[in-house]
């Protein structure tokens, strides 16, 4: 059945000059309302053109022809976009091997409507790839954390339903389960690794069967919780690679390990919009202000025990091609496409964390005076610093 979209207004086509339109709601209308021209990355994935349609359009009347060299890039679909008169089509293409840029044409039609034309580029692959291979300073996270207190571009930290978030994360060889014992530190309690408590959160360690298994956790809009457990199990004194797609568009969660899938689940239909720069305190914890960090999350005992690197994030839902490309969970370039912040945590000297995407939202690295742990709710007892260890990258 297609879906009709909600007319925005009455155009018509006008007989004195091209695209001169007067009233007539019957006349079908679209225009493209993203970026036009669509850059790409050389690295495969998807991209969508938002549209706005006038004249009582359905979806299964757009089409979109696509020039180009070879098949490297086509149509996947249209569905309807996030408020009336709005649709969105999805493409998706491959990677492109060559050190060639190249370029196509997507041309969006409809019957009797004017058709409306969005240039796409893809870069060519960078001569030798970026180089994986090599000594580099990584941050140790035990009793450490990285946090903002404020971010220079705040905008790209919202993310609506799609996003994607990488790491690399080498936990303590000790990873214990310590049943019944409350002790922190050690291995045996909630591991944090990325987000925000209760809103959206990366962690191991929130099953006290297996310690071990990882997960992450986002609410629906009245922030009730939704978790996604990995069915592998992060192990310990290994570099592992990780990652979580958020795919709006798809609608679909999926958790990799390695490359490989971990979990994979349908979004809940009533996900709330993915902000990391939200603030809030719990009525239990009025002294406490949840947001977002590496390293923590709700008090002080929740620290990472371990070293971590290539932290990033991204304004798209990254493919498993993509995930798993030569050299990828080590290095990407900072100018990658859809890649909005980029903490490779490698700085090496200090308590500053360089942001290495042109947006700029360097994080700041903090140590618990664990002397004052007695009151583990309270952030006052941590203090501007980062430990930093050389590692060897591929172990």
């Not at 912040?341 to 308590?351: C, F, N, P, R, T």
């Amino acid at each position: 059945m297609a879906v009709t979209l909600a007319a925005l207004a009455a155009c018509k086509k006008d007989d004195t000059g091209p695209g001169k339109q007067d009233s007539n709601p019957g006349t079908p209308v679209i225009e493209v309302t993203s970026s036009n021209p669509v850059e790409l990355g050389y690295e495969a994935g998807t991209f969508s053109v938002d549209l706005s349609v006038q004249g009582g359009l359905e979806l299964d009347g757009l089409g979109a022809t696509i020039r180009q060299e070879g098949e490297w890039l086509s149509y996947t679909g249209a569905e309807s976009g996030s408020s009336a008169g709005t649709a969105v089509m999805s493409f998706k293409y491959l990677a492109n091997d060559t050190q060639e840029a190249r370029e196509a044409t997507v041309t969006v039609t409809y019957p009797d409507a004017d058709p409306v034309t969005v240039s796409v580029s893809q870069d060519g692959k960078p001569e030798g790839g970026e180089d994986p291979v090599g000594e580099r300073y990584v941050a140790y996270m035990k009793k450490h954390y990285a946090g903002t207190a404020s971010w220079a571009k705040p905008e790209v930290m919202k993310f609506g339903k799609t996003i994607t978030v990488e790491m690399l994360v080498k936990h303590d060889a000790d990873f214990v389960s310590k049943t019944g014992e409350r002790t922190q530190w050690d291995g045996d309690w909630i591991g944090s690794m990325f987000g925000i408590e209760a809103r959206f959160l990366i962690r191991h360690g929130d099953n006290t069967d297996n310690y071990q298994e990882w997960e992450v956790v986002y609410v629906d809009a009245e922030n009730n919780p939704i978790n996604i457990k990995s069915s592998i199990d992060l192990p310990a004194d290994v570099w592992t690679h990780i990652a979580v797609v958020f795919d709006g568009i798809a609608k679909t969660v999926t958790l990799y390990q390695d490359g490989k899938v971990a979990a994979s689940d349908a979004m809940n239909e009533n996900t709330k919009d993915i902000d990391l720069t939200e603030t809030y305190t719990n009525p239990w914890q009025t002294d406490v202000v949840q947001q977002f960090y590496l390293g923590r999350s709700y008090d002080n005992t929740r620290d990472f025990c371990g070293m971590m690197s290539e932290v990033r994030v991204w304004n798209r839902a990254l493919s498993g091609d993509e995930i798993n490309a030569d050299g990828h969970f080590y290095s990407v370039s900072p100018d990658s496409n859809g890649l909005v912040a980029y903490w490779k945590l490698d700085d090496g000297d200090g308590y500053v964390i360089r942001d290495y995407t042109s947006n700029g939202n360097n994080l700041t690295g903090y140590v618990l005076d664990d002397s004052k742990w007695d009151n583990y709710q309270g952030e006052s007892h941590w203090s501007p610093d980062m430990q930093w260890s050389m590692v060897q990258f591929p172990e």
